[in-house]
């Protein structure tokens, strides 16, 4: 199907548009998109050297693209992931996310997430459950709470 006018409009985020929202823990987020009629959400992650994600998987697929820095699965370790690589995840997947902690500067990742995040504790019980909406949410709270615009972040779907 051809457009009546021949265009459709995009949507373009430039790399500042949006705030970059840190954890307190050297980690940061910048979410750039999220489809809530998909479950689908789409951010950049930045973490320090000598970092460690809890151990989590996700009830959809994840798309991963490293722009920075260097990152592996402590279950996987010489997977490792450097600026350029891409890396696939199904659904279900269990892994912990982990910096060297030798690494020069920091981590930055691009991720889209389609499902919830599920976070575990060491005796494998969930202790938090992220979809979404609920990073949305977060993301917006914050951004507000520091008096920060995210008015630029692309939010589709119901």
């Known amino acids: 199907m051809v457009p009546a ?9 430039g790399d500042d548009d949006l705030p970059w929202l840190e954890a307190g823990d050297g980690s940061a987020i ?17 973490l320090p050297p000598g970092y460690q994600v809890a151990t989590h998987y996700h009830t959809g697929i994840v798309f991963a693209v490293t722009l920075e ?20 995840e199904p659904a279900g997947s269990r892994h912990t996310l982990c910096t060297p902690p030798d690494m020069e500067g920091r ?19 969930i202790t938090s459950v992220l979809d979404a909406r ?19 972040l692309i939010v589709v779907g119901a």
Request: hydrophobic residues 40%; proline residues 4%; negative net charge.
């Open 5 to 13: 006018d021949g265009l459709l409009p995009t949507l373009h985020i």
């Open 30 to 46: 910048q979410l750039l998109h999220v489809d809530l009629s998909q479950g689908l959400w789409i951010s950049k992650t930045c």
């Open 69 to 88: 820095g260097s990152w592996f699965y402590r279950e996987t370790p010489d997977e490792v992931n450097r600026p350029g690589s891409y890396l696939f």
């Open 107 to 125: 981590m930055v990742t691009w991720f889209a997430i389609y499902g919830a995040n599920i976070n575990l504790d060491a005796e494998g019980q």
């Open 134 to 152: 609920a990073v949305l949410d977060l993301y917006r709270g914050y951004c507000e709470a520091l008096d920060l615009d995210c008015s630029k």
